[in-house]
Structure formats: C-alpha cells, structure tokens
C-alpha cells in the first residue's frame, strides 16, 4: 500500500518562504506524476503544481513565480518551495500521486500539512 506523507506546513510572514515536502512509501514500482493542491476555508481544492516523472511541471497562474515543485526520484519525495507568500495562500496543502506499485496503478492522497500566512 503506498502512502503520502506531507510535512513543512507552518505559520510564515507575508513575503516569507515555506518549502513542503511529499513523502512517498511502499511498494512503488514508477510514479506518473505528483500534484500540490491546496484548500483554504470555504473554497473547493485547487492544483498548485504538478510534476511528471520526467520533470514537466505545471503551476496555477496564482503561483507562477513564485512557486517551485521539484523531484528527488531517488527518494520518492516531492517538494514544494514557496516563496513571496501572500495572505491568499493560507490553505491546507495536499500532495497527491499516481502510478503503479508491485500490484496495479494506485492514486493516493497525503493527509496535508497546514499553511498559515500572516501579515
């Protein structure tokens, strides 16, 4: 069974930087790809990012410039590194990926890792 761990979420400054880090653990054969979504209060979730395994990436217009995902294929993690936070990006972030492990093609989503912006 593989599954998702999230970590680096916290409370930051407006202007300040976080970077998140996605965790993958199981029987993994490949990974297709990795997406950063976020959900704030209120509002359905969003794709932030996104990472094939050959390292195409994709951002919402929102972060473009300011956000960069990037993959450790060695370690199975995948990072988001977020700079020149703004208050709109107060969201719980989640990382979810797709591909096949010893068995058949899986999806699965990490449990999100909580990101605060303050002014």
């Known amino acids: 069974q593989v599954q998702l761990v999230e970590s680096g979420g916290g409370l930051v400054q407006a202007g300040g930087s976080l970077r998140l880090s996605c965790a993958a653990s199981g029987s993994i054969v490949y990974i297709n790809a990795v997406g950063w979504y976020r959900q704030a209060p209120g509002k359905q979730r969003e794709l932030v990012a996104s990472i094939t395994w050959r390292g195409s990436t994709n951002y919402a217009d929102s972060v473009k410039g300011r956000f960069t995902i990037s993959r450790d294929n060695a370690k199975n993690t995948v990072y988001l590194q977020m700079n020149s936070l703004k208050l709109e990006d107060t969201a719980v972030y989640y990382c979810?990926?797709?591909?096949?492990?010893?068995?058949?093609?899986?999806?699965?989503w990490g449990q999100g890792t909580l990101v605060t912006v303050s002014t």
């Open positions: 979810n990926a797709e591909g096949h492990d010893s068995l058949t093609f899986f999806e699965v």
